[in-house]
């Protein structure tokens, strides 16, 4: 049972009764088109005409109110009305029929095209969103937030290696320092024991050795003068050979003393020889250390360098990032319509890149042309791709 | 070169051991020839101790001496006895006064000879000390 007014059920087919009776060549049934509450038969067409209704029912008046004159429904109906009456005056009922099916076109090709420039207009309005964001993103700089991070990371992180660089050259510098420290004084410590054994033990050991001739002999003289006899000449060989003892002793006196003198050089040679490799070693250890020093300090200077380089590199690295993405970002503007000094076009993508106004009058003019029977490509002004087929 | 102190006692202890030795065995021999100079000395006393009254007998068998008589001979002879037995004392000590003064400058050269191997023996052990301190200071920068 049909739940519409002035309509029967048969065979599930809805047909109007009794009047405007009208045969549907293309679905091959009576329909009653006067008066039409009831759904379209179901097909592809018809959904399209109800969801292209909904989203715009200023468009297709004719589904939503019957009273309109432009209700090319309406039309239809009444075509077929008369020509199921058979009314006599005017166009026979299958010439009506296709002005109808006409107009049913035209109206569906308009709604196409409308839905055609919704789409462009959507569509431009989400490209001049992006343009504008990324005019946004390009001229505000907020895309090299990420670099600026990188760079402050970069630098932190040299400024925490350069520190340990140099906390690594103080504490060698102190190494040396204490290294030397303690290789002098166990250097000096040895040298002072030496010189103390030397001072405490002078080697002269002629130096309290004295040379005596002698004593001379008796000369019996208490026995000579018992028999009274002179002593005078044995007393004189005794002065003789007592004289010639104090001339060997005296050579005797100036060996030791020769011997004295070369035992005080070697001592005192001794003593400027422990001296000397004293003075040699710390002259060496001194020389040893400013060694040291100077390889510390290139070595500091070195990982300056290379932490230089590796901070340079990576910097270079992440400028050229950012130029790249800044070169493809512009790229991307220019190619798109924007602009690089910002403020131009787009606004961030709030507002589409053609307003409404312009929509409308595109729209004006594609019927316009439409009605005029041109053709135009583009889609700007013209028919929108897709829609050549339906023009007239 | 690592130090070892342990080897410049013993090196130590080695010499003067050694300078110890020969210096006693020395003084030793010192002491005995010095014995042999003095029971030598005595003996040339003695004997002209008991030459001289043969010697007063013989010009006195001669007449050349006697109560109220006194010969140049004799004096001359008596003179020349006191002049050799002079003589004899003075190069019998003479010899032995530079057989101590040999002894006594082989001693002195010996115990020069002591202290030099000693003071070497320091002088090495601050050279090697030095050397060690050298070496510990570029084992330590070697570890830097």
Known sequence: ?392 | MAYNPADYEARRRGYTQQYGATGAMNAYANFLARQRGTRGRQDMLRQYDEAQPKVVAGYSRRGLVGPNVKSGIFSRGLQTLAKQRARNLQDYDQGQLEEQRMYDLGEAQRLEAFKNQLADMESEKAQTIANAARQLYANRMGMI
């Not at chain 1, 569906?108 to 055609?116: E, G, H, L, S, W």
């Not at chain 1, 005794?238 to 100036?254: H, K, P, V, W």
């Open chain 1, 1 to 392: 049972m049909s739940n519409m007014e002035n309509t029967v059920e048969e065979s599930g087919v809805i047909r109007w009764d009794p009047a405007g009776k009208g045969f549907n060549p293309y679905t091959g049934v009576e329909n009653d088109f006067r008066t039409v509450t009831s759904q379209i038969p179901s097909n592809k067409i018809t959904r399209s005409r109800a969801v292209i209704a909904e989203s715009a029912p200023e468009l297709f008046p004719t589904v939503s109110g019957t009273s309109n004159q432009n209700d090319y429904w309406l039309k239809l109906a009444q075509a077929l009305g008369g020509y199921g009456a058979g009314s006599g005056g005017g166009d026979s009922g299958a010439t009506k029929l296709g002005y109808a099916e006409l107009a049913y076109k035209k109206a569906k090709d308009a709604q196409d095209r409308q839905d055609a420039l919704a789409a462009l207009g959507y569509d431009r309005a989400q490209s001049a969103r992006i343009l504008g964001g990324m005019e946004n993103y390009y001229t505000s700089g907020q895309y090299g937030k990420g670099f600026d991070d990188l760079l402050n990371m970069i630098n932190e992180q040299g400024k925490v290696s350069e520190t340990g660089v140099r906390d690594a050259y103080g504490r060698a510098q102190t190494n040396i320092g204490q290294g030397y420290d303690v290789a002098s004084g166990l250097g000096t410590a040895g040298f002072n024991a030496l010189n103390q054994y030397l001072a405490q033990n002078q080697n002269n050991p002629y130096a309290g050795m004295q040379a005596t001739a002698g004593t001379a002999p008796d000369a019996l003289t208490s026995y000579l003068s018992a028999y009274g006899v002179s002593d005078q000449p044995v007393q004189g060989q005794i002065q003789a050979d007592q004289l010639q003892a104090q001339q060997g002793a005296a050579n005797y006196q100036n060996l030791i003393d020769v011997l004295s003198g070369v035992a005080q050089q070697g001592a005192g040679s001794r003593g400027a020889e422990s001296q000397m490799a004293q003075l040699l070693f710390n002259t060496g250890l001194g020389q040893e250390r400013a060694g040291y020093q100077g390889q510390a300090e290139n070595a500091q200077a070195q990982a300056l360098a290379a932490l230089q380089q590796q901070l340079f590199q990576s910097r270079f690295g992440v400028q050229s990032d950012r130029n790249s993405l800044a070169n493809q970002l512009a790229q991307q503007i220019i190619q798109a319509g924007g602009s690089l000094s910002g403020g131009t076009s787009g606004d961030g993508g709030k507002q589409p890149v053609v307003p409404p106004s312009s929509i409308e009058q595109i729209l004006q003019e594609i019927a316009a042309r439409q009605e005029a029977g041109t053709q135009t490509g583009g889609l700007s002004g013209g028919i929108a791709p897709g829609l050549e087929a339906y023009a007239i």
